[in-house]
């Protein structure tokens, strides 16, 4: 028999729907099976207490959906749903992992936040009312493939003067994250074609390859960045780094890694150089080396940014500067491709910058993050334990190398139950052969106030080396 518990107070949901809805969880979940037949309409009225009117109404949205079905003379039988998922999950599945929210986590050491406080947001409401103009058509209209003209010069003045990078706006490709120009790079190289991508590196990269059914390698780094003798091992033609501020290491690869790089380029046709200018806007001590593009000659060197991190996560504006000789592919086979970023986010975009703000708020992001990473450095330092810090001092996160006794996932674990999200590097192995014995932690800090920078690194001792 049919048992639930009735609702009469419920005025939002008659007792019909009441009735309907846990009938069809029931089925969906397996628990009432196939075939099976439903009781009589006066045999569920008598047991519930209900009107037969009110179950005909519920049995008669079933048999409508097709979750059921009458029989003349027989009564109401489930109907069998084939190829349908247990869309349930059990009471023993850890939703932690899947969704990443625990309500007893109060720090999150997380290196993709940004500091919550300090967005521009009188600066972008002024900018977003000027740009939303009833004269100006262009923001209702699909505008440029690669992206809004103007954005594109801001762009390509903003990378010359701070990174150095040469090109013109026509070479720039503007899109809404990294993924996505990925995907169109992956459609202007040969189907064939080997990546190589850093061990441990980016993990969205070997997903991104493998959706696409692009072959990829795993190169080695060491502590100058991408191992060019390992390039050679993978038989990699296109290499993918981060050489600004290596992800997950933090290291910055030197000038000289830099030139052995574009060397191996230079070497033969088809090779190239993916360079994510991760973290590029945040050094804190000593000049910025110039991107790799800078040095590049010969149309080897395919420059990548976002505003992810300078602005903010959800302003998905990425670009990618594109040689010569494939803006000539690009505007051959994919210039059909619409720019996903509103014509809208562009052009205020390109308003913060051509009106000084996207400098002043850099420079304003650089002094709060530099006095973060020092924060964190000098916590952590004084517990006086057995924590190596590496990472070069740029970035918005740094590595720490735990050396008491626990392995990576017991780190992870203690830290969660004090309190405390932080993150193991493992996961960024491809090649899991080459991680260091000594389990490193990653800790990000833009999000974190001071006050919880102190809070969480204490509560960190407690967990890793207090009894």
Not at 125 to 131: F, G, I, M, T
Not at 148 to 160: P, Q
Not at 191 to 217: H, T, V
Not at 250 to 273: F, H, S, T
């Amino acid at each position: 028999m049919v048992t639930f518990p009735i609702n009469a107070d419920d005025k939002e949901k008659p007792i019909y729907l009441q009735l309907y809805s846990y009938i069809k969880e029931e089925i969906r979940a397996g628990r009432i099976q196939a075939e099976s037949k439903l009781p009589s309409k006066r045999k569920l009225s008598d047991y519930l207490g209900i009107s037969q009117n009110t179950i005909q109404a519920a049995y008669d949205q079933l048999i409508e959906e097709g979750y059921i079905k009458p029989v003349a003379r027989k009564g109401f039988y489930v109907c069998k749903l084939d190829n349908v998922l247990n869309l349930y999950v059990t009471k023993g599945e850890d939703h932690t992992s899947r969704t990443g929210r625990n309500e007893a986590i109060k720090y999150d050491f997380s290196f993709h936040g940004i500091d919550m406080e300090t967005f521009p947001f009188s600066i972008w409401r002024k900018l977003s009312k000027e740009v939303i103009n009833e004269y100006d058509k262009d923001i209702i209209q699909l505008g440029d493939s690669q992206g809004n003209e103007e954005l594109r010069k801001s762009i390509a003045a903003y990378l010359h003067q701070s990174r150095g990078v040469n090109c013109t706006p026509e070479q720039i490709i503007i899109s809404a994250g990294t993924e996505y120009l990925f995907q169109i790079l992956i459609q202007l190289f040969k189907e064939n074609s080997i990546y190589g991508i850093e061990n441990p590196g980016y993990e969205r990269l070997n997903l991104l390859f493998s959706s696409n059914r692009a072959k990829y390698r795993a190169v080695n780094i060491d502590k100058n960045g991408l191992i060019p003798e390992e390039i050679d091992k993978s038989g990699a033609e296109i290499i993918c780094i981060t050489p600004a501020h290596q992800f997950p290491s933090g290291v910055i690869m030197p000038i000289g890694r830099r030139i052995q790089l574009l060397n191996w380029a230079n070497k033969k046709d088809g090779r190239y150089i993916i360079e994510d200018d991760y973290d590029s806007e945040f050094k804190y001590s000593g000049r910025p080396i110039p991107a790799m593009q800078g040095l590049d000659v010969n149309g080897k060197v395919i420059y990548m940014g976002a505003f992810s991190k300078s602005l903010s996560p959800s302003i998905r504006v990425s670009y990618m500067v594109l040689p010569e000789i494939l803006l000539k592919k690009y505007l051959k086979y994919s210039s059909f491709l619409i720019c996903p970023v509103p014509a809208i986010d562009q052009k205020i975009l390109t308003r913060f910058i051509q009106d000084g703000y996207f400098e002043r708020h850099l420079n304003k992001m650089r002094n709060i993050y530099k006095k973060k990473r020092e924060m964190v450095v000098e916590e952590i330092t004084k517990l006086n334990c057995r924590i190596e810090i590496t990472g070069a001092d740029a970035g918005l996160h740094l590595v720490l190398n735990v050396d008491n006794g626990m392995n990576e996932d017991e780190l992870v674990a203690r830290a969660l139950k004090a309190g405390v999200r932080v993150y193991g590097i493992s996961k960024y192995y491809i090649d899991k052969r080459y991680i260091n014995k000594i389990p490193a932690i990653i800790i990000g800090f833009a999000s974190m106030t001071e006050t919880e920078i102190h809070n969480a690194v204490n509560a960190l001792n407690g967990a890793w080396f207090k009894k």
